[in-house]
């Protein structure tokens, strides 16, 4: 069964910086991809997704400016998360998503990785 696996996450300090990678044993060229995270007691939410096919972009509210995605090689997506803040923690997923705005998941959820903003 395809799958995304999420890495990078970790603990960091407020202010601090993160890279997460979304990555596939298949081409994600011709698939919009989505990050998503769901901190504890909370829904599951997006928080930014790129096109297929001009790698247009789009952001949570809440991270535009800190959070960057974007495309590695043709197996990897990344979200470069700066300045993050103790609101950003939570397990992060990556998901192909149909891109609206807003980005709708399909398909089966990963893992995730866990992000921990804490002093």
């Known amino acids: 069964q395809a799958r995304l696996v999420e890495s990078g996450g970790g603990l960091v300090q407020p202010g601090g910086s993160l890279r997460l990678s979304c990555t596939a044993s298949f081409s994600l060229d011709f698939y919009a991809i989505g990050w998503f995270r769901q901190a504890p007691a909370k829904e599951r939410e997006g928080v930014s997704c790129?096109?297929?096919?001009?790698?247009?972009t789009d952001y949570a509210t809440s991270v535009k400016g800190r959070f960057t995605i974007s495309r590695g090689n043709d197996k990897t997506v990344y979200l470069q998360m700066n300045d993050l803040k103790p609101e950003d923690t939570g397990v992060y997923y990556c998901?192909?998503?149909?891109?609206?705005?807003?980005?709708?998941?399909?398909?089966?959820w990963g893992q995730g990785t866990q992000v921990t903003v804490s002093s």
């Open positions: 790129i096109k297929s096919s001009d790698s247009t």
């Open positions: 998901s192909a998503v149909t891109f609206g705005p807003p980005c709708e998941p399909f398909g089966s």
